[in-house]
């Protein structure tokens, strides 16, 4: 069974840093479209940012220049490095691995950004 396991959530100080990890198993990882969404109460989950198998990127407008999503494949990881953080920035974030129409889902870890 596939398995995304996110770490690296907690309190963080707004603007601050925090860096959000990935792992994969049992899928062949290199060829997989990876991205973080994010997810409030009441909201739906939205995209935050995308890095596809080729390496190129993408990034919803709210935490472009302030966030970067990076991967590697000898690891299985893709990794969210969030800098600049603000309150908005608050929400659970889960990753996600996809391949044509297949899609998993990781189980989530929280970010919460407070004084």
């Known amino acids: 069974q596939v398995q995304l396991v996110e770490s690296g959530g907690g309190l963080v100080q707004p603007g601050g840093s925090l860096r959000l990890s990935c792992a994969a198993s049992?899928?062949?990882?290199?060829?997989?479209?990876m991205a973080w969404y994010r997810q409030t109460p009441g909201n739906q989950r939205e995209l935050a940012a995308i890095?596809?198998?080729?390496?190129?990127?993408n990034y919803a407008d709210s935490v472009k220049g302030r966030f970067t999503i990076s991967r590697d494949n000898t690891k299985n990881t893709v990794y969210l490095q969030m800098n600049r953080v603000e309150p908005e920035d608050s929400a659970v974030y889960y990753c996600?691995?996809?391949?044509?129409?297949?899609?998993?889902w990781g189980q989530g870890t929280r970010v919460t950004v407070s004084s």
């Open positions: 996600s691995a996809k391949f044509g129409s297949v899609q998993y």
């Open positions: 049992r899928i062949t990882f290199r060829i997989h479209d």
């Open positions: 890095i596809r198998s080729g390496g190129s990127t």
